[in-house]
C-alpha cells in the first residue's frame, strides 16, 4: 500500500488511531514480503501459543479468565495458609512461656518483661505467623504463572485500558507485583521508560493490597462477610469478597491515574511494542524455592524490622498512664470523634496511625487497646476474636469499612521511603501520601452515611 492511500485512510482518525494503522499496514507489508521470499514453517509450539493466545489475549474471555486466575491464588492462599499460621502461632506461644519462665529466674523487672517479650517479642512473631505462611504460598504460584508465561498476557490485555486513562501498560506489572509488596512494586516502576506515566504507576500502586494488608482483609472477610454460610463454603465468600475489594481498587486506579493524567500529570501516553513469549512448562522446584527463600525471606525481613519497633513504641504508650488512662486511650479519646464519622472508632484509627510502619502489625494493636491488656494479644481463635469486635459495637459496615479504610490508606513507611528515593521529591512523596489519605477518608464515610439513610444500622 503506498503513502497516499494510507494518508486517504487516515483522514479523520486520530493521532492515536493513525499511528495503530500506520503500525498495522507495517505488519501487514512485511509479512506480505517474507511470504513472498521466506519459507516458514511453523512448531507446534508456535501453533499451540497462537491458539492459548487466541483465548488468553480475547476481548471476550481474556478479562474473566484474569479474574478467575486471581480468585484461584487467593482461594490457595487463603485455604492453605490457616492451618500453619495457627501451627506458627502456637509454636511461637509456646516458646514465649520459657521466656518468660527466663525472665521470672533472673528477677527481671517488670517493664523489661513487657518490652522486650510482650511487646517486641509478640510484634515479631505475630507478623511471623500471619505474613510468612500466605507469602509462602502466594509468592510461588504467583511466579509459576510468571515462569509460564502468563503474566505478560494480562499486560497485553490490560494496556488499551491503561492507554485510556492516560497512563502505560506496564504498570499492569508493577501492579501485580505489589500484591506481594508496594515498595518492591515501586522500584519496579523503573521498567517505564516515560517519566510522566512512571509517577503515575508509583502514585497509584498503593491501591493494590500488599501482603501487609492480606491478615486483616482475610480475618474480616472471614468473620463477616461469611459468617452466616456453610463452614465448607467459607474459603469460597472470602475470596469472592477478596477479588470484589482488589476490582474495586483496580477501578480507583483507573480513576485516580485518570484524574492525575488531565490535571498534575498531563500527556499523551506513550506506546511501546509487547513482545508475548511462547508458553513453557513451568521449572516447579526452582521456581518455588526461588520465591519461597529469596521473596517470601525478603519481604519477612523487612517487615519484622519496621514491627519490632511499632510494637515496642504500642507497649510503651499503652503502659503510660496520665491520670487514670493511658497515653493509648487519650489518643483514642482525640480520634473517635472523627473515625465515628467514617463509621469507625477511635481504636481502630490509631491502630492505622501506629501501623504505618509495617501494616502487619494493625490489627494485634487494635486488639490490645480493645482488651486494655497493655500488650499486643494473640486470641485463640476466631470466634473469640469475632466476639470482641461485636463487644465493641462492631457490625458489618464496620468491617467494611475497615477493610476499605485498609485498601485505600496511605502507603506504609518504607513504601513511602523507596517513593521518595525513586522520585527525589518530597512533594510527589507528599501526594504519595495525600491522594490514598483521602480517598480513605472520603469513601468510608460515603459507604457509612448511606448504610444510616438506608437504614441498615
Same mark, same amino acid.
Given at each position: ?46 501453533? &499451540? ?9 480475547? *476481548? ?33 506461644? =509456646? ?16 517493664? $523489661? ?81 516515560? *517519566? ?56 480507583? %486506579?483507573?480513576?485516580?491515574? #485518570? ?38 525471606? %525478603? ?5 519484622? &524490622? ?28 482525640? $480520634? ?57 459495637? #462492631? ?14 490508606? =496511605? *502507603?506504609?513507611?518504607? %513504601? ?19 491522594? *490514598? ?21
Amino acid at each position: 500500500m503506498d503513502i497516499n492511500s494510507i494518508y486517504s485512510e487516515a483522514k479523520g482518525l486520530s493521532s492515536e488511531e493513525l499511528r495503530d494503522d500506520i503500525v498495522h499496514h507495517l505488519y501487514e507489508r512485511s509479512r506480505e514480503l517474507c511470504s513472498e521470499s521466506v519459507s516458514y514453517n511453523k512448531t507446534k509450539t508456535d501453533k &499451540k501459543t497462537e491458539k492459548l493466545d487466541q483465548i488468553f489475549t480475547s *476481548p471476550i474471555w481474556g478479562f474473566p479468565i484474569m479474574i478467575a486466575m486471581l480468585g484461584i491464588i487467593f482461594y490457595i492462599t487463603i485455604a492453605g495458609a490457616n492451618v500453619p499460621s495457627s501451627l506458627l502461632a502456637s509454636f511461637f506461644s =509456646y516458646i514465649e512461656g520459657y521466656i518468660t519462665a527466663f525472665f521470672n529466674a533472673v528477677n527481671a523487672p517488670d517493664w $523489661l518483661h513487657g518490652v522486650l517479650v510482650l511487646g517486641l517479642y509478640r510484634g515479631s512473631t505475630w507478623v511471623i505467623s500471619v505474613m510468612l505462611p500466605p507469602m509462602a504460598i502466594f509468592f510461588p504460584t504467583f511466579a509459576l504463572l510468571e515462569n509460564y508465561g502468563y503474566l505478560p498476557r494480562v499486560a497485553f490485555n490490560m494496556d488499551r485500558l491503561f492507554k485510556q486513562v492516560g497512563a502505560h501498560g506496564k504498570q499492569s506489572l508493577t501492579m501485580a507485583m505489589g500484591f506481594g509488596c508496594n515498595a518492591a512494586a515501586v522500584m519496579s516502576s523503573r521498567i517505564i521508560e516515560s *517519566p510522566r506515566e512512571r509517577m503515575l504507576a508509583i502514585l497509584t500502586n498503593n491501591f493494590v493490597p500488599c501482603n501487609g494488608r492480606w491478615g486483616t482483609l482475610i480475618v474480616l472477610a472471614s468473620l463477616f462477610m461469611a459468617a452466616n454460610v456453610a463452614s465448607g463454603l467459607k474459603p469460597l465468600v472470602t475470596t469472592a469478597v477478596l477479588v470484589g475489594l482488589v476490582l474495586f481498587g483496580i477501578i480507583v %486506579t483507573f480513576l485516580v491515574s #485518570w484524574l492525575l493524567s488531565k490535571t498534575l500529570l498531563k500527556g499523551v501516553p506513550t506506546h511501546y511494542t509487547l513482545e508475548l513469549p511462547p508458553y513453557r512448562r513451568p521449572k516447579f522446584f526452582d521456581t518455588i524455592v526461588r520465591s519461597s527463600l529469596t521473596k517470601s525471606w %525478603t519481604v519477612l525481613v523487612r517487615a519484622v &524490622k519496621v514491627a519490632a519497633p511499632a510494637a515496642v513504641l504500642t507497649w510503651i504508650i499503652a503502659n503510660i498512664h496520665i491520670g487514670d488512662a493511658s497515653v493509648l486511650q487519650h489518643l483514642v479519646g482525640y $480520634l473517635d470523634p472523627f473515625a465515628r464519622m467514617l463509621g469507625l472508632d477511635g481504636y481502630i484509627l490509631l491502630a492505622f496511625i501506629l501501623g504505618l510502619p509495617a501494616n502487619e502489625i494493625v490489627l494485634p494493636v487494635l486488639l490490645m487497646g480493645y482488651l486494655s491488656t497493655g500488650a499486643l494479644t494473640e486470641v485463640d481463635n476466631l470466634v473469640d476474636l469475632k466476639q470482641i469486635f461485636i463487644d465493641q459495637g #462492631w457490625t458489618w459496615i464496620t468491617a467494611l469499612n475497615v477493610m476499605l479504610f485498609s485498601l485505600l490508606h =496511605y *502507603p506504609c513507611g518504607t %513504601t513511602l521511603l523507596n517513593i521518595y528515593k525513586e522520585t527525589k521529591s518530597k512533594k510527589w512523596t507528599f501526594f504519595a501520601f495525600l491522594i *490514598p489519605t483521602a480517598l480513605a477518608i472520603i469513601v468510608p464515610f460515603i459507604v457509612f452515611q448511606t448504610a444510616k439513610l438506608m437504614g441498615w444500622i
